[in-house]
């Protein structure tokens, strides 16, 4: 076995890597302290934020706020910018210093970027994109839950000797944490040994729109290849019932958008109460990002789409057909209600 | 100015709507099953052949896996790389990331002076995005991951790319040596030359290579070198949709639809 | 052209590389412009496709020299009316055949290519679904003792549309007690797609390919939808059993209907006007054919456009376009749909999955609603139904 730095047993708590761009919180950050949150109630483990950055220790607060015990913050002018060469030594020298027993981080690009090069330094197993996670009842391990081939296969993780034990979570996965403001926890300062020479990144652009987070979406109104790049119906529903717009797969591949907002295995799984989803014919590489929609409508031409399978409400006909009359009998509903 | 030297990383994968899982022994049914070249890895040859083009140099193929791999292999070199190498041996087997990269840092570092490692950004099977900044840590170069576009500044010896962020973008420059993951649908790889093929399928330079041709230890490749194991598979619960089908003409089925949703208008 | 140059270096190779990719087609042509006058192309754009200007490009090394040569979608008007019968299809083809040794492609083309060498189709669907338009029909697996083997080929194995034709002919052949079978997620793909973007030497791949297979499984009477398929098995493929006849179903179908298998004893009253196919008029010249089962049909009335047969207008789909972005207002199809539309029938009437498309397509756009387009097999199994259907289909009730 390669052997990791430390051993599980010197290995104590769960952390949480704190992801923060331009002074923002990433959602997927709190989610996992309010997971760990979860996890650590059990059985009196402290849960650990770790936030990087330059003078962002006032973010420190929410994490607190969403659960953690502590927030662990190594602030320094030359961690202003995600770097991995930056980001990685100090994360690692927070690690061999804490040698916490678990480390969640959010499965964004950077948040892969970094706990993929941490996980090697430190010799350590990551488990990526996981669907649930879980302390064994015996021996208190971590298994992280992930989706399998064809998403109907659930394989369960675990990493018994290495530490820390490192996993993934797509945004959306775990629900965001009430905040508690009377929550009390301890901010930490910690030095941070960081030279300019360390860091070989030079970041030239960095441009992170104030986009759309569709994880966060109560109602989401998505479209595929049915809308053939003609958003139209589909942004005039989303906005009657005070949605968001995402989409599959194919408009990204077909250039009609960006992956913005684009919802699915590669893309965004969302929770949102409504999901009325249109021309799109359910692969489960979609479905995986919108089945735990509380209340799922379908609208597909085709009477054999396995998006049926997935649907509460199915209509077959053509989105242009049935989208119109949807349209105005909302309209019509809510006007009923004195509008919104 | 050097030419360059590329390795690109490449994976054989089954298609995706081809793997069934066994409900009965939860194994996965390898029978029959159709592979391809791993979609974001032939993105990775069109960059690495472009990049040939532009500075001169060459193009090796790196691959871990079984003996079916080679023939996607030669594929690869059909498209215009030059060599591949194929590192195959059970002791390799049933390796996660760790141990995964390590062994392919390991056969990289036989090959001898590289300048750019580029690698997919995601296998269409394990999906784990961490094999490329494993392979980047384990040789210590630097890294960029989700790379649209990458430019090589011969001159600096520096490497410029853009790279996909989740509603954004950065651009980042970064030295030689590096390790990159190559976003699918970056560019349009390029059809082979059937000439090419010929020669490919006839005369390919492609090695393969055991445990025991490259230095790696025993207990860091394969089952022994992988901290993470899989505990137990399930099958997944589908959720009880309703499946309703609405009938009537659009106007109906609206009226229909919107007094189910009475609650969320 | 996107670069212009002050003087250029004539070099032997590039003028070589030339004549050895077109095969010395263009060598008799002497110039006199009929093809650059008469390519439809004209109808719907300002500039045809200047044949000779693309080769002069190509003999001198000019970059971009192979722009505009995917315009062309080897309709062969051009080739029809040449007083020197140069094969020019052959001289675009090779050019394109050399575009791609250059790398002068379009994009889009390269997926094509890569989806048909790893899903075997040409809309890199997954292999596994190519039989699912038989789903609810009894399509079994051919045998060598089946009266036909039936291509059904990528286009009405995937496009939901053309699988109607599919199932409209399995319905014939059904009626007619043909035994047939298909090839099942085996089928391969024609090759037309690889040849007609001009990828010879894959083509040729390909073809050797199919050919052994076609031989493996005992195939002789091969019927097709597709005539671009027909194309490939009757003019390309090697006839390595001896026995190897591959037929357009629009000639199976009248050969049952000659044979009196296939009957139709209900009156059809309806009005049609046949759109020849390229590569079955002008390529293959089966033109009597289609009208022929057609006229079999008791009340059907056929009406004839002026380009009709040999002369028949292309609907634009074909030479790779149907992978290639033609546009909006460029299509030969929306010139095609008034025509059909000018001879008071309600139904045009066609046997090409790349013309159905394409019409179909432009009948969308201009909206004549008293026009259909129709499969000549969808046609011939209407009539196959009961009186009652045919009279609702022919008052346009269904």
Known sequence: MTKSLYGAQDASAIWVYLEQDEGRLEGVSLELVGKARELADGRG????????????????????????????????????????????????????????????????????????RIAVRVRTGLTADCTDLKLEEETGLLIGEVTGFGGGVLAYIKC??????????????????????????????????????????????HVVGQGVDITKAEVLVAAGRGCQGDFTLVNELASLLDGEVGWSRVPVDEGWVSRDCMIGQTGYVTRPKLAIVCGISGAFQFTVGIEKAETIVAINVDPDAPIFEQADYCIVDDMFNALPPLIEAVKRARGGNGGR | MRPLHIIACVKVVPKPEEVKV???????????????????????????????????????????????????????????????????????????????????????????????????????????????????????????????????????????????????????????????????????????????????????????????????????????????????????????????????????????????????? | MSQSVDSVLLKDETWERVDKATGGAAAPCFQCGVCTAICPLGLVKGETISIRKIVRQAQLGLPGWADGLWECTTCLWCESRCPHEVDITKA??????????????????????????????????????????????????????????????DDAAYDRRIQKVARALVSLFEAAGVTFGTLGEREPSCGDAVRSVGHDEYAAEIIDANARLFQEVGAKTIVTVSPHSYDMFANLYPNLSGDFRPLHYSQYLLELIEGERLKFENELPLKVTYHDPCYLSR?????????????????????????????????????????????AGERFSDLRIPEAAETGAEVVVTCCPHCLSCLEDSLNVIGKEKLRVMELAEVAHLALQSQAVTSDVASGRS
């Open chain 3, 283 to 327: 390529r293959n010249g089966i033109c009597d054919e289609p009208r022929q089962v057609l006229q079999s049909i008791p009340g059907l009335e056929l009406v004839e456009m002026e380009r009709s047969r040999e002369d028949t207008l292309c609907c634009g789909g074909g030479g790779g376009r149907m992978w290639m972005e033609t546009a």
């Open chain 3, 92 to 153: 675009i083809l090779g050019l394109r055949q050399l575009a791609w040794k250059e790398r002068e492609v379009p994009e889009g083309l390269p997926t094509l290519l890569w989806d048909i060498y790893f899903d075997g189709n040409a809309w890199g669907r997954p292999p596994s679904e190519r039989p699912l338009w038989t789903k609810g029909m009894a399509v079994k697996e051919f045998s060598p003792e089946d009266d036909v083997l039936l291509y059904v080929g």
């Open chain 1, 45 to 116: 483990i402290p849960v650990v934020g770790v936030l990087l950055g330059d003078q962002v220790s006032d973010l420190a607060q929410e994490a607190i706020a969403a659960g953690a015990d502590e927030v662990r913050v190594a602030d320094h002018p030359l961690l202003r910018q995600y770097t991995t060469d930056g980001y990685t030594k100090v994360f690692t020298e927070l690690i061999l210093e804490g040698k916490p027993d678990i480390l969640l981080l959010g499965a964004t690009p950077n948040g892969r970027d970094l706990a993929g």
């Open chain 2, 22 to 265: 066994d409900p009965k022994t939860m194994t996965i049914e390898r029978g029959d099953v159709r592979s391809e070249i791993n979609p974001p890895d032939m993105n990775v040859l069109e960059m690495a052949l472009t990049l040939k083009e532009q500075h001169g140099g060459k193009v090796t193929i790196v691959a871990m896996g079984p003996p079916l791999f080679t023939p996607y292999l030669r594929l690869a070199l059909a498209m215009g790389a030059d060599e591949a190498y194929l590192l195959s041996d059970r002791a390799f087997a049933a390796a996660d990331t760790l141990a995964t990269s390590y062994a392919l840092a390991q056969g990289i570092r036989k090959i001898g002076e590289y300048d750019l490692i580029l690698c997919g950004e995601e296998s269409s099977d394990g999906a784990t995005a961490q094999v490329p900044p494993g392979i980047a840590e384990w040789l210590d170069t630097s890294q960029i991951t989700y790379v649209e576009d990458l430019e090589v500044l011969p001159d600096s010896g520096m490497v410029k790319a853009k790279r996909e962020l989740a509603g954004g973008y950065e651009v980042i420059q970064v030295p030689l040596p590096c390790t990159a993951s190559v976003k699918v649908g970056a560019n349009e790889p390029r059809f082979m030359d059937m000439e090419r093929k010929a020669w490919a399928e006839a005369d390919g330079p492609v090695t393969v290579w055991a445990a025991k041709d490259i230095e790696v230890e025993a207990e860091m490749i394969g089952l022994p070198g992988s901290p993470t194991i899989v505990d137990g598979l399930a099958q997944a619960e589908a959720t009880e949709r309703k499946r309703e089908f609405l009938a009537g003409t659009p106007q109906e089925q609206a009226k229909a639809l919107v007094e189910r949703l009475r609650s969320y208008l």
């Open chain 1, 160 to 205: 018994p000797d290495n530490r820390p034990q490192m996993n993934t979570v797509r945004p959306g996965v775990f629900a965001v944490p009430e905040p508690d403001t009377a929550r009390q926890g301890k901010v930490v300062s910690v030095p941070v040994k960081l030279a300019e020479e360390d860091i070989k990144v030079q970041v030239l652009e």
